[in-house]
């Protein structure tokens, strides 16, 4: 995106982040040269896994912590100190216990010295914008977690700042409530009335970036740095039944799975705006998927996803691709956080080698277009060989270099594991028998 330097609201630039380990034993670096613009009438989502530093880098926007190296500007100007372009909606709803809903909602515009009238009409609006109006003078305990979270939003909003930034707002609610929320926060964004010039959400949950935000940066992790951005282009309100809209939301999540994939919105490059027609592929190799859908089916055929990375002594990073591929070839699903093999997963766990291999054909012709179209090339030719450069030109055109590398090594993996196709790596060459 091109960006004129007057649209910009807050730049960063550079920045890293370190934090002193005990005892001296020098220093654990959390972000590193980050460089990030927020711009007028924008909607930002920062998506990452545990240890990317997504607070982090959203705490150091807002000046509450230093970087320990690089720039952070706001309206042009060094952020130091408290950026008073800012306001912040928490996690927690960080309500004053001893307070009423008003006073709460009043904080900050009392510590600026806002003359009690102005503020009590200025708390008045943002608390009738959040839908508590008649509830000014209740107390915390006498609000649910929802509402509670409100009075969170009316606070921010009363500062009439440039930037809203939402700290995983909605995750410590209960999922209706937070659907709830969500959708009236989009609503109030979609007005002429919303009290901020652009958002800045830090979030873990895929759908929830794709609903709201405009762009969608990706941080990897260890250290925090960013992969790349999506672009949301949708039209509000989004439906999450569109294809678009279920495409971006899988692009993303297997981005995440795939932490050395690159990042790069799904679309085809050009300006035709064709839609890629080889899905993103998790690098994962066929053995894997066996042996896990083999151990989830001695445990009954569904497991918790937390215990299974215990189970197994895996990470996420590992763990995830080997899940998201099952789920892709129909071999299993996921939902609320479980796993269940389904009936032609168990089926293929079960098998001896030479039915669990044609079951894997049978999937993977059902799912993979890439494998598909590698085969009718070979069927296509009377020697029945192809190179592999023709396929990698062909991937190009809707990844990176070495991403369509990675989406090509995947592919033949698969088709040799389901007996398609025979690959000779010194030639670069596809071959099939018959």
Not at 18 to 37: D, W
Request: aromatic share 6%; hydrophobic share 45%; proline share 6%.
């Amino acid at each position: 995106m091109t960006m004129q330097t007057a649209d910009v609201l807050i730049m960063a630039q550079d920045v890293s982040k370190a934090f002193p380990l005990p005892e001296g034993n020098g220093t654990f670096t959390v972000l590193e040269r980050i460089n990030l613009s927020v711009c007028t009438d924008e909607v930002i989502a920062l998506l990452g896994r545990s240890g990317s530093g997504k607070s982090t880098l959203l705490r150091i926007l807002a000046g509450l912590i230093p970087p320990t190296s690089g720039t952070v500007t706001s309206s042009g100007k060094p952020v130091v100190g408290a950026n008073p372009d800012v306001a912040m909606v928490f996690q927690s709803f960080a309500l004053l216990p001893w307070a009423t809903v008003q006073e709460n909602v009043e904080l900050g515009l009392k510590a600026q010295g806002v003359p009690r009238a102005e503020r009590a009409a200025r708390a008045l609006k943002a608390i009738d914008m959040v839908g508590l109006d008649g509830f000014e003078s209740a107390y915390p305990r006498e609000l649910s977690g929802g509402m509670q979270q409100r009075v969170g939003f009316a606070r921010a909003f009363v500062m009439e700042p440039k930037v809203l930034f939402m700290d995983e707002p909605f995750s410590a609610l209960d999922v209706l409530t937070a659907e709830n929320l969500r959708g009236e926060i989009d609503m109030l964004w979609q007005e002429d009335s919303f009290p901020a010039d652009s958002i800045l959400i830090v979030t873990h949950n895929i759908e929830e970036a794709v609903l709201l935000a405009d762009r969608v940066i990706i941080l990897g992790a260890n250290p925090g740095h960013i992969r790349g951005e999506v672009k949301i282009d949708l039209p509000r309100p989004r439906e999450r039944e569109t294809e678009r809209f279920k495409q971006l939301v899988d692009y993303i999540y297997t981005a995440m799975t795939n932490p050395q994939v690159e990042v790069v919105s799904p679309a085809r490059r050009g300006t035709t705006g064709k839609l890629n027609p080889f899905p993103p592929l998790p690098m994962v190799r066929a053995g894997n998927m066996s042996g896990l859908l083999e151990l989830i089916v001695e445990r009954g055929g569904k497991e918790d996803l937390p215990y299974l990375g215990q189970l197994t002594n895996m990470s996420t990073d590992e763990l995830l691709p080997i899940i998201d591929a099952a789920v892709l070839l129909g071999f299993a699903t996921v939902e609320q956080g479980d796993i269940q093999v389904t009936e032609v997963g168990r089926a293929f766990a079960e098998a001896d080698i030479e039915q669990s291999k044609a079951l894997f054909r049978q999937q993977v012709l059902a799912h993979v277009p890439l494998i598909v179209t590698i085969q009718q090339k070979l069927q296509e030719k009377s020697n029945r060989a192809v190179r592999a450069d023709l396929f990698l030109d062909m991937l190009e055109e809707y990844y990176p270099e070495e991403a369509a590398l990675h989406q090509f090594e995947t592919a033949v993996d698969w088709g040799r594991y389901a007996e398609l196709f025979e690959y000779d790596a010194t030639e670069r060459r596809l071959t099939r028998d018959s």
